[in-house]
């Protein structure tokens, strides 16, 4: 489960809360409801049952996103997560 709070999102940002099954690497994207990526960053993560990424929208424009992760296991495998749509209000 993928998700975002607070909702909507204020500056200076908020935090994605995800499930990390093991010692991995997540990439997160944030793109606009146009596909294109506006945000994107890798964060090295141990396992956990609620991992949480800070979300820095402080030069994103208000409005609606997807939030993209793929998660990267040091074990070799990996997984996307179901894409996440939030607001941002509170933007430049």
């Known amino acids: 489960t993928l998700y975002v709070y607070p909702h909507p999102l204020k500056c200076p940002g908020g935090n994605a809360v995800f499930t990390m099954e093991k010692n991995g690497t997540a990439t997160l994207r944030v793109t606009n409801m146009r596909g294109q990526v506006v945000k994107e960053f890798t964060k090295d993560l141990a ?44 933007g430049r």
């Open 47 to 90: 396992a956990s049952a609620a991992a949480e990424v800070f979300i820095d929208c402080r030069d994103v424009k208000n409005g609606a996103y997807l939030l993209r992760v793929e998660l990267a296991y040091g074990d070799g495998t990996s997984k996307r997560l179901k894409p996440y749509k939030f607001v941002v209000a509170g």
